[in-house]
Antibody, heavy 118, light 106 residues
Framework: QVQLQESGPGLVKPSETLSLTCTVSGDSISIYYWSWIRQPPGKGLEWLGY???????RYNPSLKSRVAISVDTSKNKFSLRLNSVTAADTAVYYCARLPGAGTFFDTWGQGTLVAVSS | SYELTQPPSVSVSPGQTASISCSGEKLGDKNVSWYRQKPGQSPLLVIY???KRPSGVPARFSGSNSGNTATLTISGTQALDEADYSC?????????FGTGTRLTVL
């Protein structure tokens, strides 16, 4: 059974870069699409982007090119980088699996809270 | 930007049927998925491709999608179904989630 685990700093300073990693276990990362989704406290879910093992990516244009997702197939991990963060980027960040581009999120990580504060 | 609108809250009595709507322009032309999220937990897929149930999701969960509205229906609602529910769809390869609905089982 596939499991996803997010990891990374829980606190980031304003204007700096948020970096998170999602480790995939129980399945090969070279089969599915992999995504990042976030949820500000008390608010709804926001899709950030996805990546395929080939490196093909798609991002939410609302993030205005601040976001980048990369994959390391040798370590079965994929990562999120969000630069120039502000307090509005404070959220629980989830990684999730998609069976294909534009499908659905069938497996989610437990989520990790990232606060942006000085 | 594409918008998916849900009612903020829905209440239902135990054993009754709960219906949660999700509205968006020409939503019936897209595939909709639904997620349940309990406090402190990550979302769980309960419906995909409008009306398909993942393995392990009870048969009391069903979905439909037509016109501008998708609907998640929970028949014989149980106390353990109390949670936040969000719809999701894609528009021009960009993922959008609904505003979310809190289901209360009174």
């Amino acid at each position: 059974q596939v499991q996803l685990q997010e990891s990374g700093p829980g606190l980031v300073k304003p204007s700096e870069t948020l970096s998170l990693t999602c480790t995939v276990s129980g399945d090969s990362i070279s089969i599915y699409y992999w995504s990042w989704i976030r949820q500000p406290p008390g608010k709804g879910l926001e899709w950030l982007g996805y990546i395929y093992h080939s490196g093909t990516t798609r991002y939410n244009p609302s993030l205005k090119s601040r976001v980048a997702i990369s994959v390391d197939t040798s370590k079965n991990k994929f990562s999120l980088r969000l630069n120039s963060v502000t307090a509005a980027d404070t959220a629980v960040y989830y990684c999730a699996r998609l069976p294909g581009a534009g499908t659905f999120f069938d497996t989610w990580g437990q989520g990790t809270l990232v606060a942006v504060s000085s | 930007s594409y918008e998916l609108t849900q009612p903020p809250s829905v209440s239902v009595s135990p054993g009754q049927t709960a219906s949660i709507s999700c509205s968006g322009e020409k939503l019936g032309d897209k595939n909709v998925s639904w997620y349940r999220q309990k406090p402190g937990q990550s979302p769980l897929l309960v419906i995909y491709r409008d009306n398909k149930r993942p393995s392990g999701v009870p048969a009391r969960f069903s979905g439909s999608n037509s016109g501008n509205t998708a609907t998640l229906t929970i028949s014989g609602t149980q106390a353990l179904d109390e949670a936040d529910y969000s719809c999701q769809a894609w528009d021009n390869s960009i993922g959008f989630f609904g505003t979310g609905t809190r289901l209360t089982v009174l």
